[in-house]
């Protein structure tokens, strides 16, 4: 049975405790409030997705009304995951997020398989998809050849991980700030497409043609594209012990942070589908700047692109900010290389986490395309996602005890959804990709045997008697 972690009553102050004085030198700090929480949702949920896939959805579905209820149907999904980690989050405020949930309700082995696969897969991989696509709409501006591309791609990266380096006030301002400028800049975008679309365009896209054909297949294929389109709204749980009251704020910016995402989604499709014909969407990967570029002209080809810069990188801060937290609770426990439990006694951030991650998703923006990134990224991630979920009907059950000062509405039947539909695109993801999804199985796995080596390690560590006082 797992170690319980003893979670103590909701403070009575406006901000949880800080850490002491003895040992603030050597520990994360508390600097994040709820407007950073939702800031971070925003941040890195709302990336590439909404202005590429688009075009990969429209490929599988022939009408609006189709595409609408995929939007609806991926936001209320990713709000039914932000409610059962905004529980989770609230009952245990740690660094590490769902690796620490997963720990308390299945064991160690599970929790450091996602750890490990967050590092060497999912989280590294979400930062690799982000830096390609940007590479993509930077080569657009400056007209770069490929080598440049990933060149652009890479730099991106090594900045955003240098910016890391210096601490977290200054990384979470820039967040605040990309975060800021991206919601602004959509709200432009969605703004000229009203603006400009036409109502009459959205009526006959709403339904499918006589001849057009639908097959259920294609949904599940397509409701891949949406939930990469939402990735990244688990991340803020990862910075849990860095909130001044994560019992409070945590829950809530899950919750504000997924609704503001879902919402921009949908009204984002409502101008597209008003402005271009589901075929003219199925024939262009650049759905944003196409429809801006007939609402307004080619003028605005370039704020669209500039945008989507934004977005990326606003989304690839908030990834590399968020996932050092994971390998820093691993190795805290022993589960990992000590060094990346160690924070820097100035900046208070678990430098060689950040360092390493940064170095390893450099490695796969040269490795991979985009297509096959993210499809490797959904079909892991979501595996782990609805383990984390079910968590909370099994911590309900074991561990009745433990306070809760946030629960999820509707239990368990919100929970439920979402563990099938998470089953759901991992099957989707598996017929879709075999060939990826083994290899995706197969680096996870391949951490088993690591996790044995770091356990041996630990209990020799552990098992080996104090020298005397005196030496």
């Not at 245990?92 to 997963?102: D, E």
């Not at 969407?281 to 196409?290: H, K």
């Not at 934004?310 to 990834?319: D, R, T, W």
Request: charged share 10%; proline share 6%.
């Amino acid at each position: 049975m797992v170690r319980s972690r003893e979670v103590g009553p909701l403070p009575t102050t406006q901000e949880d405790p800080s850490p002491s004085p003895a040992s603030s030198k050597t520990e994360l700090l508390r600097e994040l409030a709820l407007r950073d929480g939702i800031s971070i949702v925003v941040g890195c949920v709302i990336g590439s997705g909404i202005f590429l896939v688009p075009n990969s959805i429209a490929k599988q579905l022939p009408a609006f009304s189709y595409v609408a209820l995929l939007w609806i149907a991926g936001g209320l999904l990713t709000l039914c995951g932000a409610l059962a980690l905004g529980e989770l989050g609230a009952a245990f405020p740690q660094a590490g997020g769902l690796y620490v949930y997963l720990q308390e309700a299945y064991g160690k082995p599970v929790a450091f398989l996602y750890g490990w696969g967050l590092l060497t897969l999912i989280h590294s991989g979400t930062i690799a998809t982000l830096a390609v696509a940007l590479g993509i709409y930077v080569s657009q501006i400056a007209d770069l050849t490929s080598a440049q591309d990933k060149l652009a791609s890479v730099l991106c990266i090594v900045a955003l991980a240098a910016l890391n380096l210096t601490g977290l006030r200054a990384a979470k301002h820039v967040q605040n700030v990309f975060s800021l400028a991206k919601v602004g800049g959509l709200a432009l975008l969605i703004g000229i497409m009203f603006a400009r679309g036409h109502v009459h365009q959205l009526r006959i896209s709403f339904w499918p043609a006589p001849n057009e054909e639908f097959h259920i297949a294609s949904f599940g294929t397509a409701l891949i594209a949406v939930l990469w389109a939402y990735e990244g709204w688990h991340v803020i749980s990862f910075t849990a012990s860095e909130f001044r009251r994560p019992r409070h704020d945590l829950p809530l910016g899950l919750f504000y942070g997924t609704a503001i995402v879902g919402s921009i989604y949908l009204l984002a499709n409502v101008g597209y589908y008003s402005v271009l014909s589901p075929a003219q969407i199925a024939q262009t990967q650049r759905v944003a700047a196409t429809a801006v570029t007939v609402a307004a002209g080619s003028t605005a080809t370039f704020f669209i692109t500039a945008l989507i810069i934004v977005s990326i990188i606003g989304a690839m801060n908030g990834m590399i900010l968020t996932g050092p937290r994971v390998y820093y609770a691993m190795a805290k426990e022993g589960l990992f290389f000590r060094s990346f439990g160690t924070v820097h006694p100035r900046t208070h951030v678990p430098m060689l986490a950040v360092i390493v991650q940064g170095i390893w998703a450099a490695a796969l923006t040269l490795l991979g395309t985009f297509q096959e990134l993210f499809t490797y990224v959904i079909f892991t991630a979501w595996i782990f996602y609805s383990l984390s979920v079910a968590a909370v009907i099994i911590l309900r059950i074991r561990r009745p005890e433990i306070i809760r000062p946030f629960k999820v509405p509707l239990y368990p039947w919100l929970n439920v959804l979402f563990i099938l539909a998470g089953i759901g695109a991992a099957v989707s993801a598996i017929l879709s990709s075999p060939i990826r999804a083994l290899y995706g199985i197969g680096l996870i796995l391949a951490g088993l045997p690591i996790y044995a080596i770091f356990l041996v390690a630990n209990r020799i560590t552990q098992g080996t008697p104090p020298k005397p006082a005196h030496l």
